[in-house]
């Protein structure tokens, strides 16, 4: 072997070993249940993201499972983050049947589920509470038995 090609061969092990030994990636995904009573409008389910990394880029997706007895076609709700000190609010509508009334999500029998992005682009500090909540016109939500949040990278 010839030593000129020493430094380029130690470069590209560098590279090699340091690509291994990197972070996954910031996704994360969490899910709380829903009482069988329903889920009540006052109700607002809380999660606490923690990130391989202190700041999350990417989209913020939130995702229902709902049975064939949700009385709707589609869920409102409110994710609420603290942004720089600020609670910043959106509000997202996810459609969950088509105009016919048939579930538009994935599912097997009486189970669906679907989901729809809140914020394309998404920064997220690690550790940061993320809180949703239905702002559908009624007291409690029946038909759902799910609700959760995830996290898409760039």
Known sequence: MNLRHLPALLLLMILIITTGCSAPGNDYAEYHNIPAKGWKYGDTLTYTPVHPD?????RLVV???HSGTFQYTSLWVETTVIDN???RTDTLEIPLADSFGSWTGQGIGASFQ???TVRHS???RSGTPVKLRHIMHTDTLTG???AGIFFIPD
């Open 122 to 124: 998404f920064t997220h």
């Open 85 to 87: 000190g600020r609670p």
């Open 114 to 116: 679907r989901a729809d």
């Open 54 to 58: 202190s700041i999350c880029r990417g």
């Open 63 to 65: 995702g229902v499972r």
């Open 144 to 146: 759902i038995s799910q």
